[in-house]
């Protein structure tokens, strides 16, 4: 995840370069989450059957080579192509990660496990756009892309030299496990898939016209990673700790408390006038996903035990996807047709509307 948010805040910049409009700004940030959500229920789904670390290796060695394309790519149709294979990629990476945890999570700990996965996870993420900024200021878009791939092809290595393959909980028990459909029937699925859907929607505009925004108030590329950092880097550190909570309170509360966050911040995102405010209002951000995320994650390792923990994992990324993919689509649209302001007002919008439904399935649990 080091290497993957190393693009974090060149994507905008680099696609701006190439000629690319708001819409098609929001078609190359969908591509990577379109074929990633086509493939991640049904890459998790046999992963149940079949084993999770053969998924694992192969995707992060397509990760490390497909890095280079970003170099390769010349038009904007290019860089469409290398994000569309860079989401498939990642289908055969994340939640078949998460799948390992949370089939190792002990009993009643499933929040805390959870939580730890997703520091390590949006660490990586959070000091990639740091790096890719100082390589970019120092160096060039060039060198930040190469070292992305770098950093995959070492991600490879350490997977295929010290990963074992899981036992899994499906072959020790003699119950047979619900299909992939009967998951529809989850009240908590439906919640979840909702809840994370418009999270990520919201979220998926944010990151993608925040650079843009940061751009437009004179801050550099360093500047605007080091902001995408820290706001990921404090929501990762503080999942050491809510994911503990999460194992003592009630876990719908912290998703519903977390995602009104959520929604609150990004909305404020236009009134900001410099970096410190920026950067402040980051900060007050990354509290929500802390409370929310390892919540939703535990509630989702719950799931899991019944339906299978591929499957379960699948379908949630997958909304996570769809979400990533609609945000800065729509996003592209709204900024091409209106301003980016009304972008980020859009994202808070439907971030509220998911909790709204969230707090619907899920009132009988």
Not at 68 to 93: D, N, P, Q
Request: hydrophobic share 55%; aromatic share 12%.
């Amino acid at each position: 995840m080091l290497g993957v948010g190393i693009i974090a805040p060149l994507l905008p910049l680099y696609a701006e370069s190439l000629g690319a409009s708001g819409i098609w700004l929001g078609v190359i940030f969908a591509a990577f989450s379109i074929s990633r959500a086509l493939l991640m229920p049904i890459v998790g789904h046999i992963s149940d059957r079949k084993g999770r670390r053969i998924f694992i290796c192969l995707g992060l060695f397509v990760y490390a080579a497909i890095s280079l394309g970003y170099i390769w790519a010349s038009r904007v149709s290019e860089l469409t192509l290398v994000r569309l294979m860079h989401g498939a990629a990642s289908a055969m990476i994340v939640p078949i990660a998460q799948a390992y945890i949370g089939e190792l999570s002990p009993e009643g700990e499933e929040g805390t496990w959870m939580g730890y996965f997703n520091a390590a996870f949006l660490t990586g993420y959070g000091f990639g756009p740091l790096l890719g900024g100082v390589l970019t200021d120092y160096f060039s878009m060039e060198a930040a892309f190469s070292t992305m791939g770098g950093l995959n092809l070492l991600a490879f290595l350490l997977v295929f030299s010290l990963l074992p393959e899981v036992r899994h909980q499906e072959k020790r028990s003699e119950k047979p496990k619900p299909s992939l459909l009967k998951m529809k029937e989850s009240g908590v699925i439906k919640g979840l898939v909702s809840f994370r859907l418009m999270y990520d929607l919201g979220m998926g505009a944010f990151m993608a016209f925040l650079p843009l925004f940061g751009a437009g108030l004179g801050l550099s590329p360093a500047r605007i990673g080091a902001v995408l950092a820290i706001y990921l880097l404090l929501m990762s550190t503080s999942q050491l700790f809510s994911g503990r909570i999460a194992d003592v309170f009630n876990r719908k509360r912290l998703v519903i408390l977390g995602s009104l966050v959520g929604p609150t911040f990004i909305a404020l995102v236009p009134t900001m006038q410099h970096f410190w405010q920026l950067l402040a209002l980051c900060i007050f951000g990354a509290i929500g996903g802390a409370l929310s995320l390892p919540a939703a994650s535990a509630l989702t390792v719950d799931e899991g035990k019944k339906y299978g923990m591929g499957s379960a994992m699948g379908i949630l990324n997958m909304a996570q996807s769809i979400g990533m993919a609609m945000g800065p689509l729509i996003g592209g649209l709204i900024a091409d047709l209106m301003n980016i302001n009304s972008v980020f007002y859009f994202g808070a919008g439907v971030g509220l509307f998911g909790t709204g439904l969230f707090i619907w399935f899920t009132r009988r649990l």
